[in-house]
C-alpha cells in the first residue's frame, strides 16, 4: 500500500452546498481537503498547512478571488483553479494574467475538475530524474525538481505549477514549432477554443519572466498562423 501523504487540496467558496460537493469529491478522489467560505484565512492557511493545490472562487465576499490570487502568487507557487460563474472571457484572462494555472466555469462537473486537478498535480511534481535534474538553455538554467531558473548572473526565479510546465513543454521541444492545440493539449488536456486566449496569455507571462534580464523574453518566438518556437539549444546542465 502507498504510504505516501495524500495531497491536500484547500477550497476557498463562499457557496456552502459546493464547498460541501467538492470535499465529498475529492475526498472520495483521495484527497485531503480544507474549506474555507472566504479569503480571510487563506493566507494564514497557507502560511500555516503543506498545501497542495488551491482551488479558489473568484466571486468572494470581501477580498475577491483576483486580488486573493495575487497575494498568493507574491509568496508561493503552489498550483491554483479558479471558479468562476462568469461566461465573460475577461475573467479566465485575468485569472491566467495574475497566475492562476487553471480555470473551470460554473456549473462544473466534478470529474472534469478531478481530471484536472490530476493532471495539474502531473505537471506540478513531475521530475525528469536526476540525471538531467538541470536544463541549461541560453543563460537560463532550470532545476526541474525545485522549479527554481536561474540566470547566469546569479537571479533566480520561483515559476508557478503552469508557468514551470510551459517552459518545460518549450524546454522539452526546442527549435520546434508548438501549435496553440499542442500546448494547450500538453498543459490543459484539451484543444483551443477558436477564441480561447488562454496559451497565448501564458505564453506571454512566462516571456515576460525570461524578459526581465539580457531580453530572454525573445527566447520564445512567435510564428504567424503556426504557433510558437524555443529558439535556444538545451542541454542537461554538469
Not at 73 to 90: Q, Y
Not at 149 to 173: D, P, R, T
Request: charged content about 25%.
Amino acid at each position: 500500500m502507498d504510504s505516501a501523504q495524500p495531497v491536500h487540496i484547500l477550497v476557498v467558496d463562499d457557496d456552502e452546498e459546493i464547498r460541501e460537493l467538492l470535499a465529498e469529491h475529492l475526498q472520495r478522489g483521495g484527497y485531503r481537503v480544507t474549506t474555507l467560505a472566504d479569503g480571510v484565512s487563506l493566507l494564514p492557511t497557507l502560511r500555516r498547512e503543506a498545501v497542495g493545490l488551491l482551488i479558489l472562487d473568484v466571486m468572494l465576499p470581501g477580498e475577491d478571488g483576483f486580488s486573493l490570487c495575487r497575494k498568493v502568487r507574491e509568496h508561493s507557487a503552489v498550483p491554483i483553479i479558479m471558479l468562476t460563474a462568469s461566461a465573460d472571457e475577461a475573467d479566465r484572462v485575468i485569472g491566467l494574467e495574475l497566475g492562476a494555472d487553471d480555470y473551470l466555469g460554473k456549473p462544473f462537473s466534478p470529474r472534469e475538475l478531478l481530471a484536472r486537478i490530476r493532471a495539474l498535480l502531473r505537471r506540478s511534481q513531475g521530475s525528469l530524474g536526476a540525471a538531467q535534474r538541470q536544463l541549461k538553455f541560453a543563460d537560463w538554467t532550470l532545476d526541474v525538481v525545485s522549479h527554481q531558473l536561474k540566470h547566469h548572473s546569479g537571479q533566480h526565479l520561483s515559476l508557478s505549477g503552469a508557468e514551470f510546465a510551459l517552459l518545460h513543454l518549450f524546454l522539452s521541444k526546442a527549435n520546434h514549432v508548438l501549435s496553440r492545440d499542442d500546448i494547450s493539449q500538453a498543459l490543459h488536456g484539451r484543444d483551443c477554443a477558436p477564441y480561447d486566449r488562454s496559451v497565448d496569455i501564458q505564453v506571454s507571462r512566462l516571456r515576460q519572466r525570461l524578459g526581465g534580464i539580457d531580453g530572454g523574453g525573445q527566447l520564445i518566438r512567435t510564428l504567424r498562423n503556426k504557433g510558437y518556437l524555443l529558439a535556444c539549444d538545451v542541454h542537461a546542465a554538469s
